[in-house]
């Protein structure tokens, strides 16, 4: 069973970088059945989608932050990683990583959380 | 871009009650429509995917249908522990959230 855990810093300062990894174990990051994922949740509200990524690099994101959003893979650790620039209050929210399942196109194992909060 | 409108927005039920909560589209879509389950300060669980396939593990009192624009998540017998708040997804879009709560 894959298991997926995020890790960084909890506190942001306005207009600085997010950087976000998640360290995936129970199987490996290569692999042709999975993306792997970032959503968040600002307090509160909903689940947003950001981005996700295959093994091989091809990446996809979420319109409204693309200008904003790099993901990367380290398959050598078994982690991907989120960095997101130019960061506000509005940024503030529990991020999430999580597996992707691509024969189903669903989110099947999903990481605790973290909480980001940006403020100075 | 695809919305996905979850109805209704907030429900108030009693343990035992068959509970329904409907995830319509803004246009067509494929079966790959999946529900999830949230618990306060925990991540969300996949309960079915692929509209009405059930995930190993969830109860079979959860149950999903629906095709084209309207889709639908059924909990028969509600028991204590399904109180919590529930989404659908497509591809990258989720609906806002159905929280049911304890009558």
């Known amino acids: 069973q894959v298991q997926v855990q995020e890790s960084g810093p909890g506190l942001v300062k306005p207009s600085e970088t997010l950087s976000l990894t998640c360290t995936v174990s129970g199987g490996s990051i290569i692999s042709s059945r999975y993306f792997w994922g970032w959503i968040r949740q600002p307090p509160g509200k909903g689940l947003e989608w950001i981005a996700y990524?295959?093994?091989?690099?091809?990446?996809y994101f979420n319109p409204s932050l693309k200008s904003r959003v790099t993901i990367s893979v380290d398959t050598s650790k078994n982690q991907f990683s989120l960095r997101l620039r130019s960061v506000t209050a509005a940024d503030t929210a529990m991020y999430f990583c999580a597996s992707y399942d691509i024969s189903g196109f669903f989110f099947d194992n999903w990481g605790q959380g973290t909480l980001v909060t940006v403020s100075s | 871009d695809l919305q996905l409108t979850q109805s209704p927005s907030f429900l108030s039920a009693s343990v035992g009650d068959r509970v329904t909560i409907t995830c319509r589209a803004s246009h067509g879509i494929n079966s790959y429509l999946a529900w999830y389950q949230q618990k306060p300060g925990k991540a969300p669980k996949v309960l079915i995917y692929a509209t009405s396939t059930l995930q190993s593990g969830v109860p079979s009192r959860f149950s999903g249908s629906g095709s084209g624009t309207d889709f639908t998540l059924t909990i028969s017998n509600l028991q204590p522990e399904d109180f919590a708040t529930y989404y659908c997804?497509?591809?990258?879009?989720f609906g806002q959230g159905t929280k049911v709560e304890i009558k």
């Open positions: 997804q497509q591809l990258q879009t």
């Open positions: 990524m295959y093994y091989s690099g091809s990446t």
